[in-house]
C-alpha cells in the first residue's frame, strides 16, 4: 500500500513530483492557487489533487495560509543565498548584477508554475507573511547595492534617481511577461538573458554584452557544481 510521509495510505499512487509528500503538497497548491486563485482553492482541493486525506495535509502545513507562505519563500530564498555566493565569488560588479539578475530571471522563468503572480495577493500584505515580505526587501536591497556598484564601474550617464533599483523591477516583470504569455497561448519571447542585459543597460552599459554574459555564466555554472543546491 502507498503511504504518504507520515506513514498514512494514500487515495492513489504518487502522480506529482516530488520526493516528499510536502513537495507534492506544495506543487499542487501551487498549480492550484495560480489557475483557481487562492481564496478558491481549498485544503480539500489540495489534498485531492494529491491524492491523499486532507488529514494526511495537515501533519505537514496546520493551514492554506502556511503553505503559500512556504510557497512565497521558496521564490526568494533561493535568489538571497546566491547573491551571497555571488558576492563572494566574484569581484566585477558587473558581472556580479548580471549573473544575479539571469539567475534570478531564470528561477521565475523555469519554474512549474509563475509563483510571482501571487505576490499581489492582498492576503500577502497580512502580517502572516512579514517574513516573506521580509526577505524579499532583503533581496530587492541586495539588486540595489549591486546595482550602485555597477553603475560606480561603468561611469555612465546618470539617469536619475532611482536608477539602481531598476534591475530588481525588470527582473520581476518575467512574472508578468509570463502570465501573459499563458494568457495568450504563447511561449514568452522573454528570456533570462534577455532580462538580465536589460538590467545592464539601464545602468548605462552600452558595449557588448557578449563577455558579460559568457563570465555570467561561468560563474553561475561553477557555482552550482560547487553547491548543487543553488540551481534547486
Known amino acids: ?12 499512487t504518487r502522480t ?26 481549498s485544503t480539500r482541493m489540495i489534498a485531492d489533487a494529491v491524492g491523499i ?25 533561493g535568489p ?8 563572494a565569488h566574484c569581484g566585477d560588479p558587473v558581472v556580479r548584477v ?3 539578475a539571469l539567475f534570478d530571471a531564470g528561477q521565475l522563468a523555469g519554474s512549474r508554475w509563475n509563483l510571482g503572480a501571487l505576490y ?24 540595489t547595492a549591486f ?4 553603475l560606480a564601474a561603468i561611469g555612465g550617464r546618470d539617469c536619475g534617481p532611482g536608477t539602481a533599483d531598476l534591475p530588481f523591477r525588470l527582473v520581476e516583470a518575467t512574472i508578468s511577461a509570463r502570465s501573459d504569455a499563458a494568457a495568450h497561448r ?9 532580462v538580465a542585459t536589460a538590467a545592464l543597460r539601464t545602468l548605462g552599459w552600452d558595449g557588448p554584452v557578449d563577455a558579460v554574459s559568457a563570465a555570467a555564466d561561468a560563474l553561475l555554472a561553477g557555482l552550482a557544481e560547487s553547491c548543487p543546491q543553488a540551481d534547486d
Open 1 to 12: 500500500m502507498t503511504t504518504t510521509g507520515a506513514g498514512r495510505p494514500r487515495l492513489r
Open 16 to 41: 506529482r513530483p516530488g520526493a516528499t509528500a510536502r513537495d507534492e503538497i506544495l506543487d499542487a497548491a501551487a498549480e492550484l492557487f495560480t489557475t483557481r486563485g487562492f481564496t478558491g482553492t
Open 53 to 77: 486525506r486532507q488529514a494526511s495535509m495537515y501533519h505537514h502545513f496546520s493551514t492554506k495560509d502556511d503553505i503559500l507562505a512556504a510557497l512565497l519563500l521558496g521564490t526568494v530564498a
Open 80 to 87: 538571497v543565498e546566491q547573491a551571497g555566493r555571488i558576492r
Open 98 to 100: 548580471y549573473a544575479l
Open 120 to 143: 499581489l495577493l492582498p492576503e500577502v500584505t497580512t502580517d502572516r507573511f512579514a517574513e516573506f515580505r521580509s526577505l524579499r526587501d532583503r533581496l530587492m536591497a541586495t539588486y
Open 147 to 150: 546595482a550602485r556598484d555597477a
Open 186 to 194: 504563447t511561449g514568452s519571447a522573454v528570456t533570462p538573458h534577455t
